[in-house]
């Protein structure tokens, strides 16, 4: 049963919300946050005794392809799956299940983020493995988390009645998918103690995905298909080039979950997950000094500052600060960004900004 | 008459409220802050008209001529006087009582800071002129500033009764000298409407500070009485050497000023003067943009960004910020310093702690 269990880890995205560290050719799953290792390797290492190397797919883009193999030479190189170009999560499973159910028809997939922060690996391989195990009966498992606060940067997935104990893990029919609520919505469902946050991380069979992916989204289901008739012919790359270019961009939560069959949740508790998705975010995860601050590498000098984030790259720089509170500034030598915490979540305007404009720094 | 009138620059501070761009090596006055030119050079071109070249005296120390009387190569070389160190205001006025009395024992000082900001170039040597006047009747004169808020970072002069017109300008009796007030102190002596602010800029004869001196300030008259015996002889340095490194360094407000004979101010309105004592002082000289923020050189991009000050001296680097207000930002390239402004005066703290850890940036 154990060989027919695989992790796909998704790897291609182009994340700016951590610019000006983050950037086109160095996204965030290539960073270096929280140890030396990225958030990449940190994510192929959690992995270690539930999947062997062989069994662990990365689905990519060219363009990191040659980073991500650099940063973990364990992995088989015919391992790394390249779309062709970005195209949504759901797009990214597709083509995952297509090369699964090519290798192993009974595949059991889990399809996991590369830049997300797990403080507790031991529960994670527990909670993951409990999930293949819940997959292998069918269901479409999500990777819930119970929240901590009314976070309203993260989707929520509602809990219904029961599966019952998988081992020591309670499972729950989904009865529904909410995507980034406001700051009431948010206080309301935690109260309510039946909603989970969505971490992007999903179980299942790659024959219940193709399945809900033909009843679902017949036109990229019809692009699949014809991809796998290819699969692992001359023609593969040349189809897959075509295919790609006519596919519409849609998530795997919009574009099938939320209308899904047979979705269960495990509500993991204690994971200590966080998905990074701002800078704000590294104040969940990373613990602060005895001022509030978090100071990330470099020369610096603190004068009443509170509950700040400091990152600095450089050497011979120093940074000083005076009577500052709530502030992220974040120095890559290049850009220097001075950001009020509360606003992390508008770097992305900036980065859509100089895009417009034509400018560097992205 | 005119021609016994001299000006004397005092350019040997090595003030560091500027830091990080005022550094050991590149202090206040050599600073480029509101145009091209530096505070130093703005200086000598105000007296345009009122003293000739050769009448325009700088005080300063060894390490910073070379690079003023490069700022101002119209200047005579003989008119730069080295302080062997630095050793406060009053001997830096000893001095230059001494080398004029040698030159014209008539003469009449304008003792003038190197590091100000005037806005008004004519008004102020129109005051200048008429202080100069008041001096050859035996006064000592202080330009003094009509305040415009409470300040509580300057110091300030209580005039008293009239001494009558001097063309169209009105002159005071000194009543006392008041160092930095605090807040109330400070509102209180604005609303008494009969306050100016000191602005460090004295005029008088160089035989009545020499008088002062020696009724007020005993050790240093002796020292200056020796130096000047030795004026123009060939130990002039081994004795001014000798002498300066028994002096007990003192300002001249404190050294002479509170307790001098026959002293007037001269409360000059709408000069725009400010001392430029603080990173904050400049929003009182500086227009700022529509959002209240002053930004001086770089690439930067402001994201609801309110009454901050932005300096980036670095060429292929950028600013950004977002959500942040009452800031100010410093960049040099090897300094980054981010400070609220209320508490811009602490940048002196932040130096004195570089300096007892041996660090540089200073």
Redesign the interface.
């Known amino acids: 049963m154990l060989d027919h269990y695989y992790a796909v880890i998704m790897a291609g995205g182009g994340g700016t919300r951590l610019w ?1 560290l983050s950037r086109k050719s160095r996204p965030k799953q290539m960073l270096s946050l929280f140890d030396e290792r990225t958030l990449f390797q940190t994510t192929v290492e959690r992995l270690n005794g539930l999947f062997p190397q062989e069994r662990i797919l990365v689905v990519t883009v060219a363009e990191q392809a040659k980073e991500l193999q650099a940063q973990c030479p364990s992995l088989p190189v015919e391992n790394f799956i390249l779309e062709p170009a970005p195209r949504g999560t759901a797009s990214v499973v597709g083509l995952a299940a297509v090369a699964l159910a090519a290798r192993d028809p009974q595949a059991v997939m889990a399809i996991l983020t590369s830049d997300h922060y797990i403080a507790d690996q031991e529960y994670y391989r527990h909670i993951l493995r409990t999930a293949l195990d819940v997959a292998m009966d069918g269901y479409l498992v999500t990777l819930g988390v119970k929240p901590t606060y009314p976070a309203t940067g993260y989707g929520y997935i509602q809990q219904g009645e029961s599966l019952g104990m998988y081992g020591d893990v309670e499972i729950f029919h989904v009865l529904r998918f909410k995507e980034k609520p406001d700051d009431s919505q948010a206080k309301a469902m935690l109260a309510s103690k039946d909603h989970a946050w969505n971490s992007g991380m999903f179980v299942w069979r790659v024959e219940r995905i193709l399945e809900e992916f033909e009843r679902q989204m017949p036109a990229l289901y019809a692009s699949l298909a014809e991809i796998r008739s290819y699969w692992d012919t001359a023609q593969q790359s040349e189809i897959l080039q075509k295919e790609w270019s006519g596919l519409k961009p849609e998530t795997i939560d919009y574009g099938v979950m939320e209308g899904a069959r047979q979705v269960a949740v495990i509500p993991a508790s204690n994971l200590g997950w966080s998905d990074v998705g701002t800078w704000e975010s590294l104040f969940e995860v990373i613990q602060t000094d005895q001022d509030g601050n978090i100071v990330m590498g470099g020369q610096y ?1 603190c ?2 500052t509170k509950d700040s984030l400091i990152y600095l790259n450089q050497e ?9 509170s709530d ?1 992220i ?1 974040v ?1 890559t ?8 915490k ?3 979540q ?2 992305r ?2 980065v859509e ?2 895009k417009k404009t034509n ?1 560097s ?1 992205i």
Chains 1, 2 share one sequence.
Request: hydrophobic share 45%.
């Open positions: 000006p000098y004068l009443d011979h720089r120093m940074i000083v600060t005076i009577g500052v502030l500034l120095d030598g290049d850009v220097l960004l001075v950001c009020s509360d606003q992390a508008k770097v305007q900036v900004h100089l400018q720094y």
